[in-house]
C-alpha cells in the first residue's frame, strides 16, 4: 500500500517503520512544516491515510481524506465531540473511515475484559470503581482517549453509575479518572473495584508504541476496499 502519513511525530515515525517491514511504502508525510501541501495530494497518488496528530488538527484532516474518497485511519484522540459529524459525511459520501482511541489488540481484549468485569461487580454495591491512566508528558489531552472507552464500557454496564469525571471522586453515580503523566509512559490504565475489605484491579500496561502503530498499519491494510464506519470490533470481531 501507498500510505499517505498525516502527523510524523513518534506515532507517525513508528508506523512508518512498522509499514516499511509490512512491505508498505509512505510516499507522502505530512506535518506542520509542510501542511499546505496536503491539498494537492488525490486518491490516485495513495491507496489510503493514517492519522496520528493532535486534537485540533484530526478533523480537518480526516474531512479532507473523506471528500477526496482517501481512506482514513484515525488514532488521534482528545476530538470526539466532532467525530460522528464525520461518520455522517464518510457514509454520505461512499468513502471509508476507521478510527479507534486504542489500536492494539490487547488494549482490544481489555476493553472486553472491562465490561465483562463490570457486568459481574453490578450486583456488589460495595466495591466502588475507579480508574487511573498513566501517560508520557508530552501528551496533549486528559483523560486518555482509552480511559474515555474503558469508562463508557463501565457506564453502560453500570446502572448507578451515568457518567465520568476526571479527577477522583466520592459521588457515586460518577466515575472517578485519574490522569498521571510521567517521564516515558507509553500508557498504563488501571481499573479499581474497592471495598472496605479489598481491592480487585485491572491493567494493561503498554510497553511501546509499537503495539499501536502495528495495530493502525494492519488496519489500514483492513481498510482499504471497504466502504463506510468501522472500528476495532469490526476488525477483530471480539465477541464474549
Ligand atoms: N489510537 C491509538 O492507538 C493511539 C496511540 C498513540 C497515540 N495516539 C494519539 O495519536 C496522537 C499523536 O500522538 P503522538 O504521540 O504521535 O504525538 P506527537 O506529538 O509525537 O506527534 C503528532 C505530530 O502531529 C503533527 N501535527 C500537528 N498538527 C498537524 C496537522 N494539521 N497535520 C499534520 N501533522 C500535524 C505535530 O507536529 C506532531 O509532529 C495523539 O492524539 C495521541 O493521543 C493514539
Ligand atoms: O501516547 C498517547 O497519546 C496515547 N494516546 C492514546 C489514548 O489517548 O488513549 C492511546 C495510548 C497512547
Not at 55 to 74: F, H, L, R
Request: charged share 20%; proline share 4%; aromatic share 10%.
Amino acid at each position: 500500500m501507498r500510505i499517505l502519513l498525516l502527523g510524523y511525530g513518534k506515532m507517525g515515525k513508528t508506523i512508518e517503520q512498522i509499514a516499511i517491514s509490512r512491505n508498505h511504502t509512505a510516499p507522502f508525510k505530512i506535518d506542520l512544516e509542510n501542511y499546505s501541501s496536503l491539498t494537492s495530494i488525490t486518491k490516485d497518488q495513495v491507496d489510503v491515510a493514517i492519522e496520528f496528530t493532535q486534537p485540533e488538527s484530526a478533523y480537518n484532516n480526516v474531512k479532507y481524506c473523506i471528500e477526496q474518497g482517501i481512506p482514513v485511519v484515525c488514532g488521534t484522540t482528545g476530538w470526539l465531540e466532532k467525530k460522528k459529524e464525520l461518520e455522517e459525511l464518510c457514509r454520505k459520501n461512499g468513502s471509508a473511515f476507521f478510527y479507534a482511541s486504542n489500536f492494539s489488540v490487547g488494549v482490544n481484549l481489555f476493553f472486553h475484559l472491562n465490561k465483562l468485569l463490570a457486568k459481574i461487580m453490578n450486583p456488589f454495591p460495595e466495591y466502588e470503581v475507579s480508574m487511573e491512566e498513566i501517560h508520557h508528558k508530552q501528551k496533549l489531552d486528559a483523560p486518555s482517549g482509552t480511559a474515555i472507552t474503558l469508562a463508557e464500557g463501565i457506564i453502560d454496564a453500570t446502572p448507578k453509575i451515568n457518567s465520568w469525571v476526571n479527577q477522583p471522586t466520592k459521588e457515586k453515580s460518577l466515575l472517578g479518572i485519574t490522569s498521571k503523566r510521567l517521564d516515558a509512559v507509553p500508557g498504563t490504565h488501571t481499573v479499581y473495584y474497592n471495598s472496605p475489605v479489598d481491592t480487585i484491579e485491572i491493567t494493561h500496561t503498554a510497553h511501546s508504541r509499537e503495539g499501536f502503530a502495528k495495530g493502525a498499519v494492519v488496519a489500514a491494510e483492513w481498510l482499504v476496499g471497504k466502504k463506510g464506519v468501522f472500528g476495532m470490533d469490526d476488525m477483530l470481531k471480539i465477541s464474549y
